[in-house]
Structures are given as C-alpha cells and as structure tokens.
DNA sequence: CTGTTAGCGCCTTCAA
DNA sequence: TTGAAGGCGCTAACAG
C-alpha cells in the first residue's frame, strides 16, 4: 500500500498539518525552510505519493481539463490537442483527452461524465452545430472553451481559425492565377467553419467582379466519401470548373481519391485544388495548388490558456488583473487566429 | 454546489448508506426494489450525480485506465488508442490518455504522475526499448500492458502485430514479382518491432537462395526525416536496388518524399516500395506497391480486454475462470495480431 | 512556526 | 431490509 502523510508524518517526528504545508502549498506557506526541506527528504525517502483522490475531495478541484474531441484519428483535433496538452501541463494541469465519436448524443453522455469526475474546466470541439448542453455544463459552473467551431444557443469562449479570410485567400489565389470559374466543394453549412469559408469564397469571387453560376457551390459533407461524390457528380456535370475550393482537409482528400481514379480525358480540366491543412501528405496530391494551414498547435495552446484563465478566475472571483482591459463576464469572447497561405 | 448522497437520503427519508447500496451496487445488493426505484427516481429528480473522487479515495479504484503513447498526431497510436476506448467505455471504464512526447524521461515523469492519480491500469506505447520504469510502477501493483513494442528488462504483458510475418510476406510479395535486389530501409533495432521485421526481410530472402549484399540493408531511424536520408544515400550510391522494403510508415513516408523530388533519369529503378500501414494517403503514393496493414483498432481491442483482465484479477485474486485454461501467475503473455497485405 | 480538530462525500462493516 | 458510525487521505481553519 502507499505511504499517507500521516506515515511521512511519524517519520518526521511532526503533525500531518507541517506535511501537508511542507509538500502542497507553494512556498510561501509559513513553514521554517528548515523543516520544510527535513519532510521533503523523508517524504522522497519514505517514496510518498500524494493520493490525489483525497486532495481532489478536499480541494474540489482535480487539477485535470477534460478535453473532448470528435474523433482522435484527425491529425487537426490532435495537434490541437497537443498545444492544450503543453500549455497545461507548464501549468501543472492534467488532460484528460475523451472521444465523442462525432455523435451529439455520445457528446452529451462523456460531458456528463466528465462533469462528475469534476474536470476543473473543459476544452470541446463540438461534434454539431447545436450547444445547448454545453451551456447547461458550462452555467453550472464548468469554465468552458469551444475550439474550431462556433455553436448556435451558447454564449462560450471560442477558439477559432480565421475560416473567412483563409478561404478569401486561397480563392483570391487561384483568381490571380487566372481562374474564373471557381467552384466550392463540400461544406454541412450548420458548421461555422464551413459557412465561412463558403462565405469567405463567395467575398473573393465578388471583389473580383465573378458571379458564381449554379453549379458552382457544391456544398454536402465534411468528410471524405463526400468529397468523393461531389468531384463525381462534377466530373458528370456539363460544365466542369477549372478549379476548386475544397471546404475541409477530407473533402479534399475524397476529391484527390475520385481524379486519382479518374483518366484525364474525360474530365479535361478541373485538376486543381485549393483546401485546408497541411500534412506531410500534400506533396502528393496532384491536384493540389494551394493550402490554408491552420495553426492548429496555436489554437491548442490559446485554448489551454484561455481555460486556465477562466479556471482562475472562477478560483478567486474578486481579483482583477489591473493592467487589462477590463472586459465585462456578460458575452462570449472569440478568439481567431489567422491561417497561412502557402503552395506545396 | 452539487448534491450530495446525504441531500438525496433527506429528500427520500432514508438514510446515506440506503442511498448509497440503492444506486451504487449492481442490483444484487439487498434493497428492496421499491425503495432502490424510488431513490433512483429522487436522485434522479435532484440532479444528483456521484462524487467521484470521493468514490476513488474510498474504494481505491477510479474505474480509469490510463493510456500513454509517444504522440498524439499519429493515425496508428490513435487507432489504437480508440480500440482501447471504445473496450474500456463498454465496461464502464473512462480512458485517460497521456503523451510522452517520444521521451524516456518525459514518460518515466507520467507515468509516475499517473500512478498517483492511482489509475487501475495502464496500457504503455513505450518510447523506447528499456523498460525498467515501467516494471517498477508493474510492480508496485499498476496492472500494465504494453503496446507495439516489447521492451527489455520488463516482464510484461504485450499485444503487438505478427511484425516477422508482414515482413516477410511483404518481401515474398515483391519476390514474387520478380525482383531480387530487395532493400530494407530504416529501423532502430533496439525497437523490437524492427527487429522482427528485418528478421522477416533476411527470412524471406534467405527462403528464396537470395543472398542481401552490403548495402542492401540500410538501417537508421524511425522518421521521415531519416527515410528521406536513407533514400539520399541509396540514390547516391552506385548500386540502386530494385524494390525496398519501409520499416514502417514514416520511413516510408520519407523515402517517397525523396523520390518525388528526384527526376526519374538519375534513379533510373528503385522505385518500388513496400511498407507498412494503411492510410487514405496510401493510394496516392507513387511508389508503394504493397502494404502490411496492422489491425490497429484490433490491437486496441485486445490490449483492452487485457489490461481490463489483469485489473480484475487483482480486485479478486481468488477467483480463477474455470473454462480457461490456468496459466501460471508468472512470466508474460504476448499477443500477436496478424497483419493483411494488400496491394492499394 | 506548528499542532489540533473537523470535515470533504462516499462506502461498509456491524447492529438492529 | 435498513440505520448508525467510522474512516479513506488530505487540507483549512483555529489555537497555541
């Protein structure tokens, strides 16, 4: 069985209470250095190991940020995941990484879960468009931040990328190579990545004096076998575009898939491509001419700090940090951080 | 504040420890079926959810098992990683999955951090070959399985893939095609899985009378930045081989990144791959032939049931299944999943 | 600076 | 079938 403070205790010839001062609290506790330094040896000596149930009752607070993801097989949920996991852990957090398979209902249920195992604050990548549960966890007092979408009935912290002015740019990009006929493929407009980036698109088309022709907006999905019926019902349309917008990192993935298959005569031109995210994979994707990478790891790292702002917060109310600009508690606070354009 | 057991027995007039045998225990405890219906209803109706670090400091078991792997951004450890999960959700268990960033130092750290969060259990994607550390916290009573890798100086249980038979069946495969000088690129071989694979690489070979020329076998690394090196020297030494064998999927990666960036003329051959794990990118791909998919999620499943095992042969040491054949206490067990080849 | 005391919320013997 | 009582290991008052 583990040593409890009260073995560390007897062993030191003091009362719990010096333990406890001595391990826990930062230093500044009243504790003579002296002692302070006698119970750290006997303690390492003795292999103590703080139980972390019993301080978490104490305390009420795990010292964990639950993180919930859609899926963990996505490269950009997990670089996401990886900037939270650094910023937490700097600040002596534990994450605790859950799944929500893409599936409002399994949302709610791991939320709840978490909830009881009283997550000090909690990081969500929405699996929909809809929030309502998020809210309910989040006004009864779990500090809360959305990451990559936005959600309809909630008023939480968001960390986003800038989705309208990536995809403005991207298709700004294939304009200036000399495209008119832009089409802007995939996209389930309840997410409010898609609706703006579509949005985004539309802008460009716009300030370069294009009206998009029906047909053009092949909205549908945000996944891959998506991506693949859309090239498809494009490639058997009359007109084909001579480039494309593709919504998101797996419509693309489903496009490249459907002209991989396809030989180049029939579809004659269309072999252009223009998405999101980077991966070690883009250089081989033919059609590929430009890409809008997320700063996914940025985004991990601004949620983790925005969480551990509102953890803190919560902890000591009263306190106000005076050299900020003292922002009211009402209204939900959207962070967006910008996207680089590049050509693999 | 959140209710308690204690708000929940007020409200039904009963006391804490009904409420308590009511919803905790699995129905055979003795509690009439009125009062356990009408105390679920009232829990229910009072919003009243568990403590759970109070359930944890009082049972000694947080129904937790923590996962830990090198990364987060890579499919097959997150492919695992959701077999592990979806096993442990169906058996009541929460997953608490932790990175060791590829550092024997960082998971010696987290693995130690974990303990004192007193998880049940652990499943280890070990960043390395030595294994001390985990022995150690196996032995002070953390049930553990390992992932991927068999490590030295640990005797622990392990789910890995058949890693000797997918490579020789990869290198039978392109023997059967015609080729003979067969290269093997990369591995660490103090990892056991690239150990088994080269031994699967020479086995076939040597099945076919072919004897590896130096030169043939080009040892190093386990990323895609040394793939790409590997393929640098192949391609600058005088002798190119016809078809290669990839230790795994990021040399893999590599090497085709080198390739695509050659002109055909200078490496005239030497553009056959075969390598592997499956992915979405797999087909596009130029140069890869054949690919030894793992069963990952599979892996996840069976290193799930084991750790989930092993865990409740603890709880109670008595018990011993009947059907099941009675295998000594001592000594570890490997699993091994075959893995499929298949041609993208 | 240190010790004493009283719980945090829950479970589990022991009695009734 | 139920209730009363003690304690899991730790921390936060309050005394000393």
Redesign the pocket.
């Known amino acids: ?2 040593k ?3 073995d560390v205790a007897v062993a030191a ?6 333990v ?2 001595a ?3 930062d230093s500044c506790e ?7 330094a006698r119970i750290a040896g006997i303690a390492e000596e003795l292999g ?1 190991r ?2 972390h149930a ?2 978490s ?3 009420r607070s795990t010292m964990t940020v639950a993180v919930l993801v859609p899926e963990l097989t996505n490269d950009f949920f997990m670089e996401v995941a990886e900037g939270i996991e650094r910023e937490l852990d700097r600040n002596g957090y534990t994450m605790l990484l859950a799944v929500s398979l893409n599936s409002v209902e399994e949302e709610k249920k791991r939320i709840s879960a978490l909830a009881d195992r009283t997550v000090d604050g909690m990081v969500v990548i929405p699996s929909a468009s809809v929030g309502d549960h998020l809210q309910v966890v989040a006004d009864r007092g779990t500090p809360m931040v959305l990451v990559d979408r936005i959600v309809e009935g909630a008023e939480l912290d968001a960390v986003v990328s800038d989705n309208e002015d990536g995809a403005f740019k991207l298709t700004k990009a294939l304009i200036a190579d000399g495209f008119r006929r832009i089409a802007f493929v995939g996209g389930d407009l309840t997410a409010s990545s898609a609706r703006e980036r579509l949005s985004g698109y539309a802008r460009a088309l716009a300030e370069a004096g294009i009206t998009p022709e029906p047909g053009w907006i092949c909205l549908g999905g945000m996944r891959v076998e998506d991506g693949y019926k859309r090239m498809e019902s494009i490639l058997e349309s009359g007109s084909v575009p001579e480039a494309m917008v593709a919504v998101n990192l797996l419509i693309h993935l489903g496009m490249e898939r459907k002209l991989l298959e396809t030989p180049a005569g029939p579809r004659s031109t269309a072999a252009v491509i223009a998405g999101f995210d980077e991966s070690g994979y883009t250089p081989f994707l033919p059609a590929c001419r430009y890409i809008a990478a997320q700063n996914s790891t940025g985004i991990g790292k601004r949620a983790g700090e925005r969480i551990l702002e509102l953890i803190k917060e919560k902890k000591d109310p009263g306190k106000k940090k005076d050299g900020e600009f003292q922002r009211e508690n009402a209204g939900n606070r959207i962070i967006r951080l910008p996207v680089t354009i590049i050509r693999p």
Not at 13 to 18: E, F, M, N, P, R
Not at 30 to 36: E, G, H, M, P, Q
């Open positions: 069985m583990g409890t403070i009260h010839g003091v009362s719990t209470a010096t406890s001062r391990l826990s609290r009243r504790v003579s250095a002296l002692t302070r103590y703080a139980n019993a301080r009752l104490k305390k």
